[in-house]
């Protein structure tokens, strides 16, 4: 397994993605999007799995593991939300043109 700096850098970006991950799932259920979300669902579970696992198994004797989790799920919480921005699946845009006065919708 990898040590040092190299195994913080995994921790870090697999929680990136993983929070990412759960970010884009929670959008999909929400739109109906079932089937894609339980895929989501399934990658995101399995990168929880072995990153949980590997940070729990000597957090007593590497507690900076700890903190690269941490980090790497609040990062993960802003890059969810700004990809869910960009791809705009959680945003719908009406534009309603018409020809009389409209004072109130």
């Given at each position: 397994?990898?040590?040092g700096?190299g195994?913080?850098?995994i921790?870090?970006?697999c929680?990136?993605i ?6 884009l799932?929670?959008?999909?259920i929400?739109?109906g999007?079932k089937?894609?979300g339980?895929?989501?669902?399934l990658?995101?579970i399995?990168i929880?799995?072995?990153?949980s696992?590997n ?7 590497d507690?900076m593991?700890?903190?690269?989790y941490?980090?790497g ?15 705009a699946?959680g945003?719908?845009?009406a534009?309603i043109?018409t020809?009389?006065?409209?004072t109130?919708?």
């Open positions: 397994m990898t040590s700096i195994i913080y850098i921790i870090f970006s929680k990136i993983e929070v990412s991950f759960a970010t799932r929670m959008v999909l929400t739109k999007e089937f894609k339980a895929i989501m669902a990658f995101e399995t929880w799995l072995v990153v696992a940070v729990l198994s000597n957090l007593a004797t507690p593991k700890g903190v690269m941490a980090l799920y609040v990062v993960g919480n802003y890059m969810g939300s700004l990809v869910e921005e960009k791809i699946i945003v719908i845009t534009t043109i020809s009389s006065k409209i109130k919708l």
